[in-house]
């Protein structure tokens, strides 16, 4: 697994720990992800790859999508997901984008954020968003969401 696969990963099992996300069926949860650097970290390494013999692995993940079958292939998510470029976080379109995914209902939860890796600075933000609200839970609105990841400590551990 690439570095951006390995952290979206890492971060999903630590965001999921003791959510009860199992109670919803595997089509009903979906990922929406999203990055400033796509998956350059493992395209630079694969073109260096290249000047050898191209690596068959490396390859394979020079589609920053790759991170979401990976999480989905782990957990079996079936519902919608997708991954989009920014050059910083958007949480107006995450917002945007999820509700639409949930009042349409497409999905009954999703995992949405964001996941970059490029050489040695990344950072992984991820929220868990139910279609059913729950007590205690901070309401899904792009405010939270910004104020959230511009507030996050803890960066680059």
């Known amino acids: 697994m690439d570095n951006l696969s390995k952290l979206g990963w890492l971060t999903v099992e630590v965001l999921l720990k003791d959510s009860g996300i199992k109670r919803y069926k595997p089509e009903e949860i979906g990922l929406v992800l999203s990055n400033a650097n796509a998956s350059l970290d ?10 050898d013999i191209p690596s068959p ?7 920053p999508n790759i991170m979401i079958g990976e999480i989905c292939i782990r957990n079996n998510f079936k519902g919608e997901d997708a991954f989009f470029i920014f050059e910083k976080f958007d ?9 639409e995914l949930l009042n ?12 970059d890796v490029l050489k040695e600075d ?27 990841f511009d507030n996050l400590i803890i960066d680059n551990i």
């Open 91 to 99: 949480a107006a379109f995450i917002e945007q984008y999820v509700n």
């Open 42 to 51: 493992t395209d630079r390494k694969y073109m260096q790859s290249v000047t």
């Open 104 to 115: 349409n209902d497409v999905l009954q939860t999703c995992i949405c954020g964001w996941v």
């Open 122 to 148: 990344y950072k992984a933000v991820l929220f868990l968003v139910e279609k059913a609200e729950k007590a205690k839970a901070i309401p899904f609105s792009s405010k939270n969401l910004q104020t959230i």
């Open 57 to 63: 692995a490396l390859f394979v993940y020079t589609l």
